[in-house]
C-alpha cells in the first residue's frame, strides 16, 4: 500500500464539441495542475466556427483512436450508436475511455464491462447517472460491504423541472416542458425525458452497480410524466403530496430486487420532497449507514462537464469501477412478483379497470375524472396497453410496496359490482 | 491504465472493542468476500466479556504494532493522546492505517500527512467527518478541478438531535441533552457536542480536503448550542427559521476563506433546512457543480462502522489521500477579514454591546429577553469574553456574509444613543 507519487499524463481525444465539449477544453487549457491535454477533437461539422484552434479538430475518428500518444478518450456526442462504435474500439485499443452517454451504457453494459475485463482498460461514466452528483462511484466504493435495502432517486432533471413549474406556479405540463426546453434542461429529443426513457437507462446503470444486475431498460416497467392530468396535481396538492418521477431498486423480503421507474407521490418527510426544478437527488438504504442522500443538478453543461472532470482526475490515479457486486458477489436477481399500492386516474367510469386491481381502497368518480387507489400485482404493469393509453395515468403512493394483500371487504365487492 | 485484479488481502490489528469495534469485528466474520480479517484487538480492560475468542486480544499495543504479517491498523479507541501514538507508529511501520479518531485527526494533521508522505503510507479515516457520509472522499475526488465556492455543514449529530427536539417538540434545551444522550447520540463528555469542540473538529479536516488548508480547530471561530434561549427559539420559529449548528467555509471575493462554528439562522429553501435528528447533510458548492448536499447518519456505531468498512474496501484497492488543494496546488488561506450579519440576544438590556455592531438593522427589547440584529466584523469574535458569556447568544443570519457595510442611517444613531 503505497502513496502513488506520480500522476498520470493524460493526452485526450475527444470526440463531440457541443457545449460540454468546449467547456471541457477550457477548464483544461486553464488548469494545468491537471496534467490532462486535448490533443485532438473529432466534429462531424467542420464547417462550424469553433472557439478553438483550427488544427485541434478533425473529422477522422481514427486520428484519435489510433493514435497511439492519446491514452483517453472522452466521448461527448449525441447519437449511441456511434458513441458505441467509438468506445468500443476506443476500450479495444487500450485507450482509458470517459462517456456521458446514459443510452449507449445502459443499452451494452454488459458488454462494456466484458470489454473492459478483457482489455484491462478503465471506462468511466459518472456523467451519466445524475450529472453532478457522483452517485455511481458511492454506491461502487460504500455499499459494497453494507446490505443495500434500496435506492430511489430523481434522476431526470428535465422531468422534474417540469413537475416543479407545474406545482409551483400552475402552470399547465405543456407549458413547464416549453419553459424546460428554453432552460436548455430537456434532451434534444424530450420524449426521452417526458416518456421516462432517459430515467430508465439510468436506473439500468445504477443497478448494475448497486446490485450486480444486468437489465435491458426497455424490459424494465417505466413510465414518464406524459399522461399526468391536472386533476392528479389537485389531488396531489390536497393530500400534501408532491408528484415526482422516481426511478427505485428495492430488495424484497424474498432477496430479490423490484426496480422500475414510475410516477409516485412523495410526502413531506422524504428527502425527494425538495428536490425541485432540474435538480437531481437519490435516496440510498442500506442496513449500516441507514439512508443517505446525494442531491446536485442534473442536467446542463456545467454539471456534466463537472462530472467529466472527477472522471479524468480519478482515470489520472487508476481509478476504475470494479462492479463488485456483479464480480466477486453473488449479483441480485430482478423479480416482478410484488404488489404496489398505485392511484390510477381515468377520464371516464368506465374506463376504470377494476378487475385490474387485487384489492381497491379509494375511489371517486366525477363527470371531469376518475380515480381509484388500490393494490395492484406488479406483473399486471408488464402489459402496458391499459395503462400507458392516453388520458389515463398511474402514480405510485409513498408507501409503494405492499407486503400482502389484506382480504376485500364485503361493501367493496358490492360498490364495484355496480360499475 | 489496468484493471487491477488482484484484491489485497488485509490482515487488520484492531485498537478498541467497543459498539463500534465488535460491529466491525462481525461483518468481517460474516463476509469473507471482503478478504479482510482481524488477526488481533488491543484492548484496555481484559477482565471484561467480550463476544469473540479469549486469542483475539491482547492488552499489548507492540503485538500488533510490531506484527508483521499485520498490514492495517483500525484505531477506534476514545483517548486521542494514545490515539496518536498508535497512529503515527503504525504509519512509521508501514502499516496502513484506519481511523474514526476526529479530535486526533484535527489536532495533527499536518504531522499526521506529513507521516503518511515519508512513509508512503496510507490513513484513512472517513468517518471522522460526517460518519457514514463520504464527504472527505468526495472533497478529495471531486473538487480538486472545479473552483469550490464553499461548504457548509451539520457535522455534530448530537446537538442537530437536541436543536430538532427543541423544535418540534418544544422541549427545554436540556431535556433534549439529557434525550440525547440516552440515545447514544452524544459525545462520552458532552460538552464536546454541545459547545462546538466536535463540530470544529470535523471543519479542520474537512478544509484541510476543501482548501488544502492547515488549521489549529482550538484557533477557529466556533460555539455551540450551549447559551441559546428558549427566546431564540421562539424568534426563529416566528420568521419561519431553524436554528441550526452549522460549520462552515466560504471563498470571498478576495480568494481568501472564512470558516467557523456558529449556530445559524436557516431557511426553508436550504437542504440543511430539512436535516433531522442525529443526521448531518453538508451543502458544497462550486462553479461547475453548483449546489449539491450530502446527507445521511452522523453519529451512532453502525454509521460508524460503515464508514470504516469504507475506508478498509478501499485499502483493498490502494486509495489514498491525495491532498490535492495542499500539494498540488496552492492551499487557500485563512482571513479573519470579513462581515456577518448575526443576531444576539442577552438577558437585559445592558448588556448589549451595541458598539461591538458595524451597523444595527433591528433590536427589540423586553423584560425578558433582548436582541439586536446587524453587522458585526468577524475579527471581534476572536474575542469570546463577550459573545459566549452565560446568557448571551449569537445566531448567524443565512445570509450571513456582508460584501459592504451600508452607513449608518441617523435614526438608529439616535435610538442607540439612548442606550
Chains 1, 2 share one sequence.
Not at 461514466?125 to 446490505?147: G, K, M
Request: charged letters at 25%.
Amino acid at each position: 500500500m503505497s502513496i502513488q507519487q506520480q500522476q498520470k499524463k493524460l493526452n485526450i481525444g475527444l470526440f463531440g464539441f457541443g457545449v460540454v465539449g468546449e467547456g471541457l477544453y477550457k477548464v483544461l487549457e486553464q488548469t494545468p495542475t491537471l496534467n490532462a491535454q486535448i490533443k485532438k477533437v473529432c466534429i462531424k461539422h467542420p464547417e462550424k466556427k469553433r472557439n478553438a484552434p483550427q488544427e485541434l479538430f478533425t473529422t477522422d475518428p481514427a486520428a484519435l483512436l489510433q493514435d497511439e500518444s492519446i491514452n483517453v478518450i472522452v466521448e461527448l456526442i449525441d447519437d449511441a450508436d456511434a458513441a458505441y462504435h467509438i468506445v468500443s474500439t476506443a476500450l479495444k485499443n487500450r485507450k482509458a475511455v470517459v462517456s456521458a452517454n446514459k443510452k449507449l451504457i445502459a443499452e451494452h453494459i454488459e458488454e462494456l464491462i466484458a470489454l473492459q475485463q478483457q482489455f484491462k482498460t478503465p471506462f468511466l461514466y459518472e456523467s451519466a447517472a445524475c450529472a453532478s452528483i457522483p452517485v455511481i462511484r458511492n454506491l461502487e466504493e460504500y455499499y459494497d460491504n453494507d446490505l443495500l435495502h434500496g435506492i430511489s432517486g430523481i434522476v431526470n432533471g428535465s422531468t422534474n423541472y417540469i413537475l416543479t413549474k407545474v406545482f409551483e406556479e400552475k402552470i399547465s405540463f405543456e407549458e413547464a416542458l416549453l419553459q424546460a426546453q428554453y432552460e436548455g434542461f430537456a434532451e434534444s429529443n424530450p420524449a426521452l425525458d417526458v416518456e421516462g426513457t432517459d430515467a430508465v437507462n439510468k436506473l439500468t446503470i445504477l443497478l448494475a452497480h448497486a446490485y450486480g444486475i444486468m437489465a435491458q431498460p426497455q424490459a424494465l416497467v417505466h413510465s414518464g410524466i406524459q399522461h399526468l392530468h391536472a386533476a392528479d396535481a389537485v389531488f396531489a396538492r390536497e393530500k400534501g403530496y408532491e408528484i415526482k418521477l422516481v426511478a427505485q431498486a428495492r430488495k424484497l423480503d424474498d432477496g430479490k430486487i423490484a426496480a422500475f421507474v414510475l410516477p409516485q407521490f412523495v410526502q413531506k418527510d422524504s428527502q425527494l420532497f425538495n428536490v425541485r426544478n432540474e435538480y437531481n437527488g437519490v435516496v440510498i438504504e442500506s442496513r449500516l449507514a441507514d439512508k443517505q442522500f446525494f442531491y446536485g443538478k442534473g442536467a446542463g453543461s456545467f454539471p456534466t462537464a463537472s462530472a467529466v472532470l472527477s472522471d479524468l482526475s480519478a482515470l489520472r490515479y487508476d481509478y476504475k469501477y470494479e462492479y463488485k457486486k456483479l464480480l466477486y458477489q453473488q449479483p441480485g436477481q430482478l423479480t416482478n412478483d410484488l404488489f404496489l399500492r398505485v392511484y390510477i386516474s381515468f377520464d371516464a367510469l368506465f374506463h376504470v379497470p377494476h378487475e385490474k386491481f387485487e384489492r381497491i381502497e379509494e375511489w371517486s368518480s366525477s363527470d371531469k375524472r376518475c380515480h381509484v387507489t388500490g393494490i395492484i400485482r406488479f406483473a399486471r404493469l408488464l402489459d402496458t396497453s391499459w395503462w400507458k393509453r392516453k388520458n389515463t395515468s398511474l402514480i405510485v403512493y409513498p408507501d409503494a410496496f405492499v407486503d400482502k394483500i389484506p382480504e376485500k371487504r364485503k361493501v367493496e365487492e358490492d360498490v364495484f359490482s355496480l360499475v
